[in-house]
């Protein structure tokens, strides 16, 4: 964080992070009204905006050995879905998540604020080329798992056999179009989350917390 601009009337609410940010160095600075809201994009501004430095760092230190679970999303294209995904990363303990290319960008707003924070939690690297990343993946000693409706094994039976237990590497794909097949010939197994009911398929980003939820079990289990 570099700068901090908090509305007067929320001073009070907000003393514990303007505390904060002192401590590290950054004093606030006071900016109400109109000229805090022009800022930012939401209807309803939370009374406080903070510029921060960019986040995101070279894939060789998001893919590394050593890494237990990671998450790539493949071409993922809604702001929501994407910080979403990085929130649960950070949630499930997974070790760094990779943006390919054609992905929104990590600093869409909305991507921010659906990640409520975690993108300055763990290691991030955006633009990524999907191939480098599975052969820098497989370099590391993770296998790589693509998430997919059509894959040909149930991710509760990788659970039940172990294998999930191994470093991995997640595959997520666009909202739309899912996974092209070229994508899905990277990955060692295509794996599909097993639907109970009548729904036909799961959101991108449940589906992610469904998969990095399972894997982190097996493998603090394990």
Known sequence: MTD?????????????????????????????????????????????VAVCRRVDVGLDEVVRPGARLLVCCVQVRDPGNAGTVVRCAD?????????????????NPKTVRASVGSLFHLPLTVGADLAAVVAAAHAAGLQVLAADGSGDVELSELSRTGGLVAPT???????????????????????????YGAAESLNLATAAAVCLYTTATAQHDG
């Open 4 to 48: 901090l601009y908090v509305d007067p009337s929320a001073q009070d609410r907000l003393a514990s992070l303007v505390d904060e940010a002192f401590d590290l160095g950054v004093v606030a600075r006071e900016l109400g009204g109109r000229d805090l809201a022009s800022l930012t994009d939401t209807v309803s501004p939370q009374g406080v």
């Open 169 to 195: 590497l997640w595959l997520f794909g666009n909202e739309a179009w899912g996974m092209p097949p070229e994508d899905r010939a990277l990955a060692d197994r295509v794996v599909r989350v097993p639907l």
């Open 91 to 107: 949630a499930f303990g997974a070790d760094g998540v990779v943006l390919s290319t054609g992905s929104v960008e990590l600093t």
